[in-house]
């Protein structure tokens, strides 16, 4: 099932103001849900094609927290070693936009790149589990996101936090797909319509189960939450002009174009 929250487009928001709606997504259709889709998923009976309707992103983390160089041919590609347990930093909130919006590059880094991966959406809040409980009732559902890093000062600093944490660093959505997927699952990313990275969910090095045992006996998740599992090889530069799109087999498509930051 694939769920998502969205606005109407034909509605003016400075003369009526648009909480998110939810919704089911069939095809060409979104149906509205009552009550946002952690309930029951009760349908209201309205129902709009997919082009009235302004995909917004599909949860309002209170954390993101993403796994590092989760695919061998990465780390090798960055010069890096496999880390010996899964690797996790933090992208802010701030850094969140929706299907469509513009990633901005900021004038400060020389070199932006694409990081196409699968990303977790935790459903229950999820702090020590069991070491033989099952972690899959914790997990809402998945979607496309692009890590998006200042690569070069990933590499100048110490830590992570300035190379990903820029506002508009995190795309992700427009779906949650509550079905889990296979292990065949393709991790994609197009840049203007040409293919720059190609995994598979079972090249990761540490599986979801695995890294979400790991940040849950770290730190408390929420509903809502993110995990950003990892990338394939083939990172690379984005330019103004460009579009990027992460596609998941199975679950959908994320897009959004790159502009230069306006001139202070």
Avoid at 117 to 141: K, N, Y
Avoid at 229 to 252: C, N
């Amino acid at each position: 099932m694939k769920l998502c929250r969205f606005h109407l487009l034909d509605v003016d928001p400075v003369e009526i103001p648009q909480p998110p709606r939810a919704a089911i997504v069939e095809g060409a259709q979104v149906f509205e849900l009552r009550g946002g889709f952690w309930g029951d998923r009760e349908r209201t009976g309205r129902s709009w094609p997919v082009d009235r309707v302004q995909f917004l992103p599909p949860t309002s983390p209170s954390k993101i927290v993403c796994v590092g160089r989760n695919y061998h041919e990465h780390a090798q590609e960055l010069g890096n070693e496999v880390p010996k347990q899964p690797l996790i930093f933090f992208k802010p909130p701030s850094s969140i936009i929706a299907q469509d919006d513009a990633i901005v590059l900021p004038p400060v880094s020389q070199r932006v790149d694409y990081e196409g991966e699968l990303a977790v959406i935790i459903g229950r809040r999820c702090s020590h589990p069991r070491p033989d409980e099952d972690l899959q009732p914790f997990i809402a559902g998945y979607t496309c996101l692009d890590d998006v890093t200042a690569r070069d000062f990933q590499k100048s600093d110490v830590q992570f936090t300035r190379a990903k944490g820029f506002d508009t660093f995190c795309p992700f959505g427009p779906v949650l797909e509550t079905e889990r997927p296979a292990g065949s699952t393709t991790i994609e990313t197009f840049v203007n319509g040409v293919n720059k990275q190609s995994g598979r969910v079972e090249q990761m090095i540490y599986s979801v189960d695995v890294v979400l045992r790991f940040i849950s006996n770290v730190m408390t998740l929420e509903p809502g939450d993110v995990i950003a599992t990892g990338t394939p090889s083939g990172v690379g530069p984005l330019s103004p002009g460009d579009v990027v799109e992460v596609r998941l087999g199975g679950i959908g498509t994320l897009r959004n174009s790159v502009v230069a930051a306006p001139k202070s």
